[in-house]
């Protein structure tokens, strides 16, 4: 064999399709990217309707999970059966600002569905015994999920990130739970879920007729623009944190800083020193905590974008003798970017493995509705991925050191630990 | 369907491509023809082992992902009991990088002393993290031991015991390359926006060369029928009981393997599935009930997994369930809910194969199997499925002489 790795050829531009845009006759925006062979599609509904949202903690959550139990014409039973039957799947996420219902189904029953999706989300029955077995199913998944030191590690991050009162920070207490009533979500339902406008994404194969089955089915809804819940943040002095827990072979390790957001000064700069250090499997975290220490299977960092607030993370589970060690060696390598210029080799690679990520991104029609759905909060538009395609490519190692001097203070991080 | 083309090299080496002018990237999916079912029982998890080991670098590349980054492109691997499975997914333009370093590792893979140590440390960190450090991470191999005697898919994946991954040394490594790590022990798959004559050059220049190996026959002992109920229990710091089942089933190529898969989607895939109705949300029985198939090449095993609600015992919760799969082997299914289960197993095998990914991968395990041209049949295997298949199925593998329990008890 040739000896000689072949030639690379860089990704100079990538290409996005442009959305079909159009509007129900009472404003609901509809985007779509058409294209098939294959005879599927999706069908997402966005609403803003996050963890944000509502005056309890688990209320937003407990609210998309309860819309599912049933509508006020049709039985739980009789709605799964049928969505199963039309080779139906239903994904829910629910985040900061977004809740998103996302179905899967075969493009022939694209009248069905969307039938049996206006139903589902205007008219759930939202009973107390339906809630009252959620909540036994919460608190079975809860506690099963806090002997995690990962999962312990991220509520207590979000606690000291937030602060205790704030949507966002709470920790997942299982009496709180009890303050949630099926009336309270009914109304939460009806504020959150029907009084503010959906956003709705078509991606794949979907038939023209499906506008018409939309307007059918969601012109009832009122528009009315949602606006982002001015919450008072309490984030807690950035410093080490340590927690006990009972699970003894590994330690969960998290840190978190702010960032500037999507649309902010040197956002795509911090992008682009994420990703060398902690964004991908070569990163400067992984080579020195993983490959070279052993210490751990799999050391990220990554950027959490939202409107509430945009921070930067690092995750890892270490072996429990190496907790400190690892802390150390995540400091020296943030100090590092700080005090030596990254080689023109390292950077290539980045620039190269980043933009085949970025290709990738918009890979298929499913992908651009993704893309899609996470920049509605921010209003940014789609082909923004190309002005950051651009700019990374062109970034000089100076203006990563400037950036990780000004950004990547371990000092200003908080720091957590939860361990034996 | 699936189109593609194939070719296979004088050494053995099968080449299938899949052209996809629809996306633009390309999926490279190397298969090699060996898992955890060819370990020696002394040394289990080193075909995992050796899965990380094919990253630390040959004497032409110091590590394999910084050259693969390079070229834009990401990679995976993953090992099962029955394959060693790698796939690398990059800009299309870029396919021929990928060909380049399969080609690489599987003739000049460096196996030195310190990659096999940082890999062993790697290997045990994920031993601990998946096994030792969460609730339940043994219950899988106890499900494994008790349900296979002497086959070796009573070991897990990951291995036995960190003392055994602690074992293995450059000799071990060195015999184990040799024996698997072969063309003619391999099957290369690609699918995405490239031209499959162009792949089938590539593929010839790269790895034309490397020499055939004498690949070992299979040579483990078939387990024997089960005809008794094995149980076991176990009691540890958890927070809930939780209650697992499993059922020998027949191997990937029988003709009961598409019923016994829709029996498991009967049973409890998706909301409207039996399981989930009567004994999660209408009896409250359980807070989650699931049922899988292995889906593995050797007969391998119907699972069930259970958390029992909290005021319901063991014994109970395994009542309800024996319950439910004597109705279904005692009572014809209707029309309707067969053809849920079929509309749904298809829609779902429709939405994976969009996927560059799980084409290539789909078709290399097809070739393993016998053909890749299998890929383009399974839909009509699961058409064929009629109500009588699904009640004989369930008679025949459902019962309880073939069923291996585990209570896993949380302490009080």
């Known amino acids: ?420 | 369907m699936i189109p593609f083309t194939s070719e296979t090299l004088s050494n053995g080496l099968t080449i299938l491509v899949n052209e996809d002018k629809s996306t633009p990237m390309a999926v490279c999916n190397m298969l090699y023809k060996l898992g955890a079912v060819n370990e020696d029982p002394e040394i289990t998890g080193l075909a995992h082992l050796f899965e990380h080991l094919m990253f630390g670098g040959t004497k032409h590349v110091p590590d394999f992902d910084s050259v693969l980054q390079y070229a834009g492109g990401d990679n995976n691997a993953f090992t099962n009991n029955d394959v060693t499975n790698y796939y690398d997914i990059l800009p299309a333009q870029n396919i021929e990088t990928a060909l380049w370093l399969e080609a690489d590792r599987m003739q000049n893979l460096k196996l030195d002393a310190q990659s096999i140590k940082v890999q062993k440390d790697v290997v045990m960190e994920e031993f601990k993290e998946t096994h030792l450090n969460q609730a339940y991470g043994d219950l899988d191999q106890l499900l494994r031991s008790l349900a296979y005697k002497i086959h070796p898919y009573r070991w897990s994946t990951i291995g036995l015991s960190l003392e055994q991954i602690q074992k293995v040394d450059r000799d071990i490594c060195m015999d184990f390359r040799k024996r698997y790590y072969a063309p003619n022990n391999a099957i290369l798959a690609i699918s995405g926006n490239v031209n499959a004559s162009e792949i089938f050059m590539m593929a010839e220049e790269h790895f034309g060369h490397i020499k055939a190996s004498e690949i070992p026959a299979k040579d483990y002992p078939q387990e024997s029928l089960q005809n008794e109920q094995r149980r076991t229990e176990k009691e540890d710091d958890v927070p809930h009981d939780v209650i697992s089942v499993g059922f020998h089933m027949p191997s990937r190529l029988h003709d009961d393997y598409y019923t016994m898969d829709l029996i498991s989607d009967i049973l409890a895939n998706g909301n409207s599935s039996r399981f989930k109705t009567k004994l999660v949300k209408q009896a409250h029985v359980f807070t989650e009930l699931d049922a899988y198939i292995y889906g593995s090449i050797d007969p391998g095993l119907l699972i069930i997994n259970g958390y029992p609600e909290s005021s319901v015992s063991l014994n109970d919760a395994e009542q309800a369930i024996f319950e439910e799969l004597d109705l279904l082997a005692n009572t014809e299914i209707a029309d309707r809910e067969l053809q849920k289960v079929k509309n749904k197993a298809l829609s779902s095998w429709m939405f994976i194969n969009q996927n560059a990914k799980n084409k290539a991968f789909h078709l290399a395990y097809f070739e393993m199997l016998g053909n890749a041209s299998l890929i383009n049949t399974e839909e009509e295997k699961y058409r064929e499925v009629v109500e009588n298949d699904i009640q004989k199925a369930a008679k025949r593998y459902l019962r309880r002489t073939n069923s291996s329990v585990i209570n896993y008890k949380a302490k009080k």
């Open chain 1, 1 to 420: 064999m040739n000896s000689e790795i072949p030639k690379v050829e860089r990704i100079s531009d990538i290409d996005i399709m442009t959305a079909i845009s159009g509007k129900l006759s009472n404003g609901i925006p509809v985007y779509g990217f058409y294209k098939g062979e294959q005879k599927v599609m999706r069908m997402d509904f966005i609403f803003p309707a996050g963890k944000l949202f509502g005056n309890r903690v688990f209320e937003a959550v407990l609210a998309s999970a309860v819309l599912r139990e049933g509508s006020t014409k049709s039985s739980y039973e009789v709605i799964e059966e049928a969505l199963d039957y039309h080779g139906a799947f239903m994904e829910h996420r629910i985040h900061h600002y977004w809740s998103k219902f996302s179905y899967y189904f075969p493009n022939e029953y694209a009248e069905e569905l969307v039938q049996i999706a206006a139903e589902i989300l205007k008219m759930p029955a939202i009973k107390k015994s339906s809630l009252d077995f959620l909540k036994v199913q919460v608190r079975q998944n809860i506690a099963v999920q806090l002997e995690k030191p990962s999962y312990l590690a991220r509520q207590h991050m979000k606690r000291l990130i937030w602060g205790e009162n704030h949507p966002l920070g709470y920790m997942p207490d299982i009496e709180k739970l009890e303050d949630i009533t099926h009336t309270g979500l009914q109304q939460f339902h009806s504020q959150h879920y029907l009084q503010k406008s959906p956003v709705i994404i078509l991606s794949g194969a979907f038939p023209d007729s499906v506008f018409k089955y939309l307007e059918q089915g969601f012109s009832d809804l009122n528009y009315y623009k949602s606006v982002v819940p001015d919450l008072e943040q309490k984030i807690a002095k950035p410093q080490l944190y340590r927690f006990k827990t009972k699970r003894v072979f590994q330690s969960a390790l998290t840190l978190a800083k702010p960032v500037p957001g999507p649309g902010e000064k040197d956002y795509f700069d911090i992008k682009i020193l994420n990703m060398i250090l902690g964004g991908y499997f070569g990163s400067r975290l992984m080579k020195n905590i993983r490959e070279d220490k052993g210490y751990t299977y799999g050391i990220y960092s990554q950027i959490v974008p939202s409107v509430a607030g945009s921070f930067m993370y690092i995750n890892s589970e270490v072996g429990k003798d190496f907790s400190e060690s690892a802390m150390n060696e995540i400091e020296k390598e943030m100090k590092h970017l700080q005090t030596e210029l990254i080689s023109r080799d390292e950077l290539d690679m980045v620039k190269n493995y980043y933009s085949g990520e970025l290709l990738s991104l918009f890979d298929g029609p499913y992908k651009h509705a993704g893309v899609l759905s996470s920049s509605l909060e921010f209003k940014l538009k789609m082909h923004y991925y190309k002005d950051f395609l651009r700019y990374m490519q062109g970034i000089s190692p100076e203006r990563i050191q400037e950036t990780a001097r000004k950004y990547l203070d371990f000092n200003k991080c908080i720091r957590v630990v939860v361990g034996a």
